[in-house]
């Protein structure tokens, strides 16, 4: 039996020349709204799939618009829960994620959190049915990616309620040493983590060819 957990997604709002701005670079500004497009609606497929198997519920984290525009984007994502995303870098946004929702988690019995972002063309369900078995034996869970981040984070009850900044202590965002600085910050507590497959975040032409060349 595995406790339900709050999913955030953290999506940017999708407009022409503002999303993927490296590879719109590569492949053009049309393209990459339309691979942007489709990473975000598989994010979210995904992400109803276990929810209607009841293992999660779903809150979207989005930036780039307004309250309004933001509410009516979620409505056709058919998501009813969701946030901006406010001011500051990944870490401080993140942060402000798991305060917003600290309220919803308690009136839903919900003891877990895990946050992902939508450029993972290759993300399965099974990969978050993984990381609620990892949670049960360790207090943060993290999917490391290509690029030394990671794709996933995950956070145990022990630590949304005593430590929950732990993670984002003294991290360079978009630097090749955040998973190793990530870890290095859980390591020197009793906490305890697990690491899930390496993933690509899509954020250049290579990554695609990457990621055909897998599936192929």
Known sequence: FLDKALLIIMLKWQAYG????RLSRDIGKINALSIQKKMTDHTVSVAKHLEEK??????LAISGVGFKKGKRWASE????NFNLQGRGCLGEKMKRQLLYNEKF???????????IGTDLPDLCHL???NTLKKLQKNDLVLG???DGGYW?????????????YLPFINIKW?????????????????????LLQTKIDVDTIEDITIINNKVA
């Open 18 to 21: 503002r999303c993927k701005t």
């Open 54 to 59: 009841g293992l999660i519920e779903i809150n």
């Open 77 to 80: 994502l058919g998501i009813k």
């Open 105 to 115: 988690c308690v009136s839903n019995k919900i003891r877990k959190v895990i946050i």
């Open 127 to 129: 990969d978050i049915e």
């Open 144 to 146: 490391p990616s290509n």
């Open 152 to 164: 996933l984070i995950a956070f145990s009850k022990k630590l949304l309620e005593k430590n929950f």
């Open 174 to 194: 978009s630097n090749s040493d955040v998973l190793k600085n990530t870890i290095e910050n859980i390591s020197s507590t009793s906490y305890k983590y697990a």
